[in-house]
Nanobody
Framework: VQLVESGGGLVQPGESLRLSCAASGFAFSIYAMSWYRQAPGKERELVADISSRGRSINYADFVIGRFTISRDNAKNTVYLQMNSLKPEDTAMYYC?????????WGQGTQVTVSS
């Protein structure tokens, strides 16, 4: 089983990034997927989640209107489009898959927002 995140980097405030998480080794299309983030010294927090078919989506209050989660089950990939980035969005971003008590984490991709 692998969840491989990509797309992180260093950007300036107000800019955008698109994170991707490529899944392999399990039945991606029947798993709910989430993006979490963890800043230094803080607990890991949920950013957004999407149901297996993409019909149900939820966002943390602090990203509503700025971030969009989506998935492509044909490509076994989940995405996080991040617009209007703020310095407080700086964190390691993790991909997470869950179904019926079974879950998997990716290794994370670093997002740094700084001028």
């Amino acid at each position: 089983v692998q969840l491989v995140e990509s797309g992180g980097g260093l950007v300036q405030p107000g800019e955008s990034l698109r994170l991707s998480c490529a899944a392999s080794g399990f039945a991606f299309s029947i798993y709910a997927m989430s993006w979490y983030r963890q800043a230094p010294g803080k607990e890991r927090e949920l950013v957004a989640d999407i149901s297996s078919r993409g019909r149900s989506i939820n966002y943390a209050d602090f990203v509503i209107g700025r971030f969009t989660i989506s998935r492509d089950n044909a490509k076994n990939t989940v995405y996080l489009q991040m617009n209007s980035l703020k310095p407080e969005d700086t964190a390691m971003y993790y991909c997470y898959a869950k179904r019926a008590g079974v879950d998997y984490w990716g290794q994370g991709t670093q997002v740094t927002v700084s001028s």
